[in-house]
């Protein structure tokens, strides 16, 4: 694993910051590679501290490289631990990623005479752009997804139920090496596809009537996300009509994305592609989202984001239709921005019939 720690202590500098306390899990994931931390200290000239309970203190140890782990007792509060280290070595100008509203208040209560500066985007500047380990790790999640979208595809038919299409899929992956899902798996047929997060139940799967299929499968902690629509039987001409839209905007979207492109911008096209189309009112979120620890973080992909893509950025580019009463089509690669335009990692059939 690559130290990032010192990436982060470079902003430290920067900003002029004695220290900084990463309480987000994810984050202390992302810097020491270990999951099921407590608390992480970064001081700007002192080693980094990671604080661990008993439950996790043995592995911990035996993982983690690039800074100390310290044992915390069942009941010894994490505010308190880090803050007596932050007054022992003290650092007055300090900066953190994530504390709940109750944590920040313990943490100022014992660090009255220190200034506390909420950074969480000091982090996501550091993980928005990944490096060549990550992007290894989420193609490879974006493999066990493709295979994922394959077996869902043999699966599909009349009278199976959207948790079966789930469960064989998610089994199917498991078996060749996904640590699990990325999110919980999206199976919504007939009406319920016009729901952009429908999950899935009890129906049974019909024929002529549209299946939205949204699943991703993590390895090594990293994620990919991928949405199909599928039917069984022959699309009615409104429905082919729908998924041709949904699919030139897809197209048209990531044709759009590279370096030095405006993620609102991304955006805006697949919107115009689908306004042009009359189904404007019908896209009712984002195009996309970046993918890597967590499935949805930074960069975003719409009309108000603020965001300027970089090269190593992994992102979805995922435009959708729902009519309610009807039926909806999505369709989601996820893509990795290149300085010349972009290469789609989830690389699943886009055949609507089964």
Not at 64 to 93: F, G, I, P, T, W
Not at 158 to 181: C, D, F, H, Q
Not at 221 to 232: G, P, S
Not at 258 to 274: L, M, N, P, S
């Amino acid at each position: 694993m690559i130290n990032r720690i010192p990436f982060l202590k470079k902003s430290l500098e920067k900003n002029q910051l004695g220290g900084f306390i990463v309480a987000d899990e994810t984050n202390m994931l992302y810097l020491t590679g270990f999951e099921g931390a407590a608390r992480l200290l970064i001081p700007a000239n002192n080693e980094s501290v990671l604080y661990v309970y008993g439950v996790n203190y043995e592995a911990a140890k035996a993982s983690v490289k690039n800074c100390s782990v310290e044992l915390m007792q069942r009941y010894e509060d994490a505010n308190k631990k880090v803050a007596a280290q932050c007054k022992k070595l003290k650092l007055k100008n300090i900066g953190f990623d994530n504390l709940d509203v109750s944590n920040f208040l313990k943490v100022r209560k014992n660090l009255k005479d220190a200034k506390l500066k909420a950074m969480s985007q000091t982090i996501w500047d550091l993980r928005k752009v990944k490096d060549p380990t990550e992007l290894s790790n989420i193609r490879k999640a974006a493999e066990l997804t493709d295979k994922g979208n394959e077996v869902a595809a043999e699966v599909i038919k009349p009278g199976i139920r959207e948790y079966e299409v789930a469960a064989e899929v998610e089994y199917a992956m498991r078996k060749r090496g996904s640590e699990g899902t990325a999110f919980d798996t999206i199976v919504a047929s007939g009406l319920r596809s016009a729901y952009s997060h429908g999950g899935c139940t009890s129906k049974k799967i019909r024929r002529d009537e549209l299946i939205q299929f949204d699943i991703g499968a993590r390895y090594k902690n990293y994620r990919a996300d991928l949405t199909r629509t599928f039917l069984v039987g022959k699309p009615s001409p409104k429905q082919q009509k729908i998924y041709d839209v949904v699919m030139e905007a897809q197209e048209k979207a990531f044709q759009k994305i590279r370096e030095g492109v405006k993620a609102r911008q991304v955006d805006g096209v697949a919107r115009d592609t689908i306004k042009k189309r009359g189904f404007g009112e019908n896209f009712v979120h984002e195009l996309g989202h970046g993918v890597g620890l967590a499935v949805h973080e930074p960069p975003s992909l719409n009309s108000a984001s603020k965001d300027v893509l970089k090269a190593g950025n992994v992102v979805t580019d995922e435009p959708g239709i729902y009519i309610v009463g009807y039926g909806g089509v999505r369709i989601e690669d996820t893509v990795l921005v290149k300085r010349e335009g972009a290469q789609r990692l989830t690389k699943a059939s886009y055949e609507l019939t089964v």
